[in-house]
């Protein structure tokens, strides 16, 4: 018996090497497959999961210079959004009601569309424990004789059913949708409702934003453009031209990525499932059980609240916790 490296990763080779030597003479024993792209017979629910429950209170932020640079643009193009809308649009309208209505009614979509974002980057996708293919974790699982489970070479972690492995996390995730730089996270059975949402807010705050360009330059084409603006109207053209230009845009993107999402939610199968056209090796959910999972419990106001669930006092500790890696840690 030979092995190559030291650490934990070598210590659970060198277990599954000997049960696998137990397990020929015995008939007995689980295997340990160093494969990226096998499924395992645990589930997202097994013991596996109760190993780590430190995981469930860390904040999540990803050092990616792509993705952070993507969301802070996301913000940017938002807020400019609002600045046009507000200062350029609706403060010099003469409709004083009008001009309240639209007013609430953008800047709320925009308030609950950040919200959106900020949970979907913060939020742990729903990452594996790192590291613990260990011969004490391997040990303490207690599997079946015969029972087959799967490693992760790359961050040297057992792998659930249905996780993959983000290059850029650098962990694997389960129910790994996609890696989203705009949010600067992958998208994940933990975060999927806020991405969802995110794109949601996004796609009518752009349809605001057009409707409002639209009936904007209808209005100003009959009177003098300095009525309409307290800008000059080459200045204010040009904003609103770009905002149409943004809204578009925005728009298109965030309605093709909303309806892709709840496509894959009611067909339980992942964007990376579909791409890799895997069959499915899990009881699928019903349509409307898969949306009960991913949004949580009945129906309600709560499904598009971005806020529900959000522990202020556990963000404000998460924020002076020391930093472990790229995650904060409580």
């Not at 209005?219 to 200045?235: G, L, M, R, Y």
């Not at 949306?291 to 009945?298: A, I, N, S, Y």
Request: glycine residues 6%; hydrophobic residues 40%.
């Amino acid at each position: 018996m030979r092995t190559s490296q030291k650490g934990p990763c070598s210590a659970a080779w060198e277990l599954h090497l000997k049960t696998a030597a137990a397990g020929r003479m015995q008939s007995s024993g689980h295997r340990l497959r160093d494969v990226e792209q096998h499924h395992p017979l645990l589930g997202p629910e097994d013991e596996l999961d109760r190993l780590s429950p430190e995981d469930g209170e860390r904040v999540w932020f990803i050092h990616d210079s792509c993705g952070m640079i993507c969301a802070v643009m996301t913000w940017l193009l938002v807020l400019y959004a609002d600045f046009v809308v507000t200062f350029v649009m609706l403060l010099p309208s003469k409709n004083f009601w009008y001009a309240l209505g639209n007013g609430v009614t953008f800047n709320g979509l925009a308030v609950l569309a950040l919200a959106s974002h900020l949970r979907t980057m913060l939020t742990d996708p729903g990452a594996v424990p790192k590291g613990n293919a260990t011969k004490e974790h391997m040990e303490s699982l207690q599997l079946k004789p015969g029972e087959v489970i799967y490693k992760c070479p790359k961050c040297c972690s057992i792998k659930p059913e249905r996780a993959h492995h983000c290059s850029i996390c650098k962990r694997c995730i389960r129910k790994m949708d996609h890696h989203c730089p705009w949010v600067n996270n992958c998208v994940g059975e933990k975060n999927q409702r806020f991405f969802v949402l995110f794109t949601m807010y996004i796609a009518l705050i752009s349809t605001h934003a057009l409707a409002l360009s639209g009936f904007q330059f209808f209005t100003c084409i009959k009177v003098q453009w300095n009525e309409c603006s307290d800008f000059s109207p080459p200045v204010a053209v040009m904003l609103v031209v770009f905002l149409c230009l943004e809204g578009l845009l925005f728009l298109t993107f965030t309605a093709v990525m909303f309806g892709t999402q709840i496509h894959s939610i009611c067909n339980d199968e992942t964007e990376i499932e579909r791409l890799k056209n895997e069959k499915p090796r899990w009881e699928r959910r019903m349509r409307w059980e898969g949306m009960k999972t991913v949004f949580g419990g009945q129906p309600s106001l709560l499904w598009i609240n971005p806020f529900a669930g959000l522990d202020l006092r556990h963000l404000l500790a998460a924020a002076r916790a020391r930093r472990v890696g790229s995650e904060f840690s409580v």
